[in-house]
């Protein structure tokens, strides 16, 4: 069983930034791809970006391309999400996810292939 537990969220302004951090714990991190989601409310929830588990592979949905930039730190089994130039239409919850990846480079995009999430963090961006 793995637990994840995201940390970073807040209010901030158009144009600021911030990180979100996910730390994993109950699994062999290296061997797990991560990915971050949002929910706004009333939307569904929708692909932010992915990262392999070896970390050599990203990617991101188009409407962040640019703008943030997803890395891990496979010694803190912890995932980031930088977030710059951030916009108010980013706000929602954001929600990191796992999975356990046989190929090392392996992304996945879709929610349902995801078995673990963490409980999620606010991020509200004010215009």
């Known amino acids: 069983q793995v637990q994840l537990v995201e940390s970073g969220g807040g209010l901030v302004q158009a144009g600021d930034s911030l990180r979100l951090s996910c730390a994993a714990s109950g699994g062999t991190f290296s061997m797990y791809a991560m990915g971050w989601f949002r929910q706004a409310p009333g939307k569904e929830r929708e692909f932010v970006s992915t990262?392999?588990?070896?970390?050599?592979?990203?990617r991101y949905a188009d409407s962040v391309k640019g703008r943030f930039t997803i890395s891990r730190d496979n010694a803190k089994n912890t995932v980031y999400l930088q977030m710059n130039s951030l916009k108010p239409e980013d706000t929602a919850v954001y929600y990191c996810?796992?999975?356990?990846?046989?190929?090392?480079?392996?992304?996945?995009?879709?929610?349902?292939?995801?078995?673990?999430w963490g409980q999620g963090t606010q991020v509200t961006v004010s215009s």
């Open positions: 990262i392999s588990r070896s970390g050599g592979r990203t």
């Open positions: 996810a796992t999975r356990y990846a046989v190929v090392s480079d392996s992304l996945y995009v879709r929610g349902n292939e995801y078995t673990y």
